[in-house]
T-cell receptor
Framework: GAVVSQHPSRVICKSGTSVKIECRSL??????MFWYRQFPKKSLMLMAT?????????EQGVEKDKFLINHASLTLSTLTVTSAHPEDSSFYIC????????????FGPGTRLTVL | GQQVMQIPQYQHVQEGEDFTTYCNSS?????IQWYKQRPGGHPVFLIQ?????EVKKQKRLTFQFGEAKKNSSLHITATQTTDVGTYFC?????????FGTGTRLKVLA
């Protein structure tokens, strides 16, 4: 299967700082990547759809100025949590859709963010 | 908006018993996918169903898509300890996938 990496896997930061999370598709080019948030023992909540070379499409209720998404290349999308607060602590997972595949999403290993 | 619910929320079974999780959408779906997430891990794609009434099998796993394309099920025959994890369905509506609430499976040896 396709490989998607995320970095960092864990990050602890102070309230008010910004954190950048990278999502990379390692063996294929992904025109579309997705960012999800998952609370403990809960489902995945789609935050935004990241399209290479264009603005991300945010889901209702997700602040685009707080969660900045940049899909600068066909293999890299970044999510920046700006001015993080404790309520932003969560598990953030990206996925990438492989062109030509049947809509299959390949998920990264996730990033555990803890804001103190 | 579109909602995708799964039941049960939790299921504990003895190893060797069968297990079924049900996925129900509030709207008609164009297709449905199933994912498995091991504890501490990330979701891994299992299968996609597209046609009304479609049934697919993967070894001990049987996936079914309802006739009305609003529900689906995953059945595991003779569970093993390696089946432990949370099973999510993801239904495609107009332009995006909505993940179900998940069913957490625990298999007791």
């Amino acid at each position: 299967g396709a490989v998607v990496s995320q970095h960092p896997s864990r990050v602890i930061c102070k309230s008010g700082t910004s954190v950048k999370i990278e999502c990379r598709s390692l063996d294929f080019q992904a025109t579309t990547m997705f960012w999800y948030r998952q609370f403990p023992k809960k489902s995945l909540m789609l935050m935004a759809t990241s399209n290479e070379g264009s603005k991300a499409t945010y889901e209702q209720g997700v602040e685009k100025d707080k969660f900045l998404i940049n899909h600068a290349s066909l293999t890299l999308s970044t999510l920046t949590v700006t001015s993080a607060h404790p309520e932003d602590s969560s598990f953030y997972i990206c996925s990438a859709r492989r062109p030509g595949s049947t809509d299959t999403q390949y998920f990264g290993p996730g990033t555990r963010l803890t804001v103190l | 908006g579109q909602q995708v619910m799964q039941i049960p929320q939790y299921q504990h079974v003895q190893e060797g018993e069968d297990f079924t999780t049900y996925c129900n959408s509030s709207t008609t779906l164009s297709n449905i996918q199933w994912y498995k997430q091991r504890p501490g891990g990330h979701p891994v794609f299992l299968i996609q169903l597209v046609k009304s009434g479609e049934v697919k099998k993967q070894k001990r796993l049987t996936f079914q898509f309802g006739e009305a394309k609003k529900n689906s099920s995953l059945h595991i025959t003779a569970t093993q300890t390696t089946d432990v994890g949370t099973y999510f369905c993801a239904g495609r509506g107009t332009y995006k996938y909505i993940f179900g609430t998940g069913t957490r499976l625990k298999v007791l040896a």
